[in-house]
């Protein structure tokens, strides 16, 4: 199976699940990763989707947030309203998983323009809950191709916040993984690279970065994904596949 990009953000964002974590579950690659996650090393890890469903156990990848299957197989379902103000705001969530059009050097995230607020090249989705996962989620990983569009200087808009100037906000960004490395944030917020994966050069992200990158004393090889991560990624995609 080639390991393209997505297949590297999947596996990516899936090794940094722990066991037993509540992790708040998007749609797309977060959704891959955190079934190939709990199918592989993190088997009690906490799936909770957006639409207020708890510790789901899905059989097959599913197509959505509302997606039947989720509800068959949770502990619980809550109103949208008492999972964001009584689980999340509350510090209940481990990890949220984020994503978005554009994030800068501080890990603010843009899904709401491209373009001026008032006269945009696209209007997206907004925000949903990102703003509140990107808040109060213990630690967020963010999961992004990696090319200058989506790493500006500066997001033409900021949807869910990342580090203030200067600090590192105890529950702002923590990861972000992308298809050329995986990236942190130092003690002044910023973020910075701290590991590659095979092939790809530091000239490269820089190359693909807005921005004056950040490079850890140290750079990491990231392992490829093992045969186990291409088995069951490769099964979740045929799900995927043949879902109508």
Avoid at 59 to 74: M, N, Q
Avoid at 148 to 177: K, Q
């Amino acid at each position: 199976m080639p390991v393209d990009g997505q297949s590297r953000l999947a596996v990516g964002g899936a090794r940094l699940l722990r066991d037993g974590e509540r992790v708040l579950v998007g749609v797309g690659t977060p959704n891959l990763a955190a079934n190939i996650a709990k199918r592989l090393h993190a088997p009690r890890l906490v799936l909770i989707y957006e639409s207020g469903v708890v510790d789901a156990a899905p059989p097959k990848l599913p197509l959505s947030i509302g997606d039947p299957d989720l509800v068959r197989t949770s502990l619980c379902v809550l109103p949208i309203h008492d999972l964001f103000s009584q689980y999340l705001q509350t510090g209940w969530i481990d990890v949220g998983f984020m994503g978005g059009a554009q994030i800068d050097r501080r890990g603010n995230l843009n899904s709401t323009v491209i373009g001026p607020y008032e006269s945009p090249t696209a209007r997206l989705a907004g925000s949903g809950g990102a703003a509140d996962i990107a808040s109060f989620a213990r630690r967020t990983i963010v999961l992004m191709p990696h090319d200058l569009r989506r790493f500006p200087e500066h997001v033409d808009f900021v949807t869910s916040p990342g580090h203030p100037p200067g600090a590192r906000r105890p529950n702002g960004p923590a990861t972000v993984v992308t298809d050329l490395g995986s990236f942190d944030y130092d003690e002044d917020g910023e973020m910075r690279l701290v590991a590659l994966h095979p092939g790809v050069t530091v000239e490269e992200v820089r190359a693909k970065t807005g921005w004056p990158l950040r490079i850890a004393p140290r750079i990491e090889e990231i392992p490829p994904p093992t045969p186990d991560e291409l088995r069951v990624l490769g099964e979740l995609r045929r799900q995927e596949e043949m879902n109508p």
